[in-house]
């Protein structure tokens, strides 16, 4: 990322709800699977194995909460 995230929201999972935006860049805090809707993708995506801590720089318009398993996740636009 070349931009400093500017806003943050805490993320909770839903399977219809969009994001209020879409992502700059999501945050992990609690290891597991994140399930999600990425801006140009008309299919859903499963990360699997996402480790405690980890910032993705991903655009995603939806957090699905079917197989996310992942904890404390914050997205940031």
Known sequence: M???LKKGAPVVPHDTNPLAATTSAVYV???GN????LENDSAPWVINA???GTLLPIAATRILAN???ATNI????
């Open 2 to 4: 070349s931009d400093p």
């Open 29 to 31: 805090g609690g290891a």
């Open 34 to 37: 994140l399930e999600v809707q």
């Open 50 to 52: 996402v480790a405690a």
């Open 67 to 69: 197989n996310t398993t």
């Open 74 to 77: 914050s997205s940031f636009f």
